[in-house]
């Protein structure tokens, strides 16, 4: 990318930053909870929305209260307690191997040991395993360590797209790298979730309230 080019999305994406923050408000953060909780709740969100992945959650912390519960207990229970987030199977497999992985490395079914590393060894290290993409890895790196990360969910993708800030070929693993440069120092947080809550609230897939949005001005999908 040229640098004229460089600055030009730079510039988009901290004018619509500041438009979202003028609509919806700083978010809060909340207190950083546990990496393991987080990890395993960004996996249960995977293809799915958010209330059937906390269903799926909460039945799992309900029939396994102890992450040593599931490496003793039997699968199948496991992904009966996952089936409201569907993909059980798929994601009952993701949690079981990352639970042995981090048995065998640390001998304990902890992820503090992350906090000692830099963001990219984070990446390295997480993105090793089978079934933790970026936008996982991203999530755990926002959300659990407090870190300039920033995950790109279906929302992003499409408001993003939309405003012109992503290109319109670029899938959503490409788009995490696109991302991070572009990024007002210290905003990634604040940008995350007002694209989302723009994107479930007005930059809909279907039937977008075009109208009487905010970000006309600045939206390339408005136009066509």
């Keep these: 990318m040229?640098?004229?080019?460089?600055?030009?999305?730079?510039?988009?994406?901290s004018k619509i930053r500041s438009l979202l923050e003028r609509e919806y408000g700083l978010p809060e953060r909340e207190r950083e909870g546990d990496l393991l909780d987080i990890l395993v709740q960004t996996i249960l969100s995977q293809n799915t929305n958010d209330l059937n992945r906390d269903q799926a959650y909460q039945r799992l912390k309900?029939?396994?209260?102890?992450?040593?519960?599931?490496?003793?207990?039997?699968k199948r229970a496991l992904v009966a307690a996952l089936r409201p987030g569907g993909l059980a199977k798929q994601k009952a497999k993701?949690?079981?191997?990352?639970?042995?992985?981090?048995?065998?490395?640390?001998?304990?079914?902890d992820l503090a040991?992350?906090?000692g590393m830099d963001s990219?060894?984070?990446?390295?290290?997480?993105?090793?395993?089978?079934?933790?993409?970026?936008?996982?890895?991203h999530c755990?790196?926002?959300?659990?360590?407090?870190?300039?990360?920033?995950?790109?969910d279906t929302h992003i993708l499409r408001v993003g797209k939309r405003l012109?800030?992503?290109?319109?070929?670029?899938?959503?693993?490409?788009?995490?790298?696109?991302?991070?440069?572009?990024?007002?120092?210290?905003?990634?947080?604040?940008?995350?979730?007002?694209?989302?809550?723009h994107g479930r609230s007005v930059?809909?897939?279907?039937?977008p309230r075009c109208s009487g949005c905010f970000l006309q001005n600045e939206c390339i999908f408005y136009s066509w």
């Design 62 to 74: 309900s029939q396994f209260p102890r992450w040593e519960d599931i490496l003793t207990g039997k």
């Design 2 to 13: 040229k640098p004229s080019e460089f600055k030009r999305f730079q510039s988009k994406v």
């Design 120 to 137: 990219e060894e984070v990446k390295e290290t997480l993105g090793a395993l089978k079934g933790i993409g970026p936008k996982t890895v």
């Design 113 to 115: 040991f992350l906090k």
């Design 140 to 152: 755990l790196l926002l959300f659990g360590l407090g870190r300039e990360a920033f995950p790109v």
């Design 164 to 197: 012109g800030f992503i290109p319109k070929e670029m899938d959503a693993e490409k788009a995490h790298s696109w991302m991070i440069p572009l990024m007002p120092k210290g905003k990634a947080f604040s940008l995350h979730i007002n694209l989302i809550r």
């Design 203 to 207: 930059c809909k897939s279907k039937n």
């Design 94 to 109: 993701r949690i079981i191997d990352i639970l042995r992985w981090l048995n065998k490395r640390e001998g304990k079914l």
